[in-house]
């Protein structure tokens, strides 16, 4: 990305559910559509992801990030 060759547009957040599991933190998951350009090169994207928030003196931080590209039919779980 520093080299300058990669570019993201177009980025939808999709299908999100929320889970507290403690008070002051907050799980997201859901989905995000995206185009990429990688050099001349422009690709479709679609992701899952996983963010973790946690509630400081400062407000929401998010302290983690997971994502990846869906196998086959990936679907949310029900709650």
Request: aromatic share 8%; no cysteine.
């Amino acid at each position: 990305m520093l080299a300058g060759d990669t570019e993201y547009v177009n980025v939808r957040t999709e299908e999100v559910r929320t889970m507290e599991p403690s008070p002051g933190v907050v799980i997201l998951i859901g989905g995000q559509k995206m185009r990429k350009r990688l050099g001349t090169t422009w690709s479709e994207i679609s992701l899952r992801f996983m963010s973790v928030w946690r509630f400081e003196e400062t407000g929401w931080r998010m302290v983690a990030w997971q994502s990846m590209r869906p196998s086959g039919s990936s679907v949310i779980p029900s709650k």
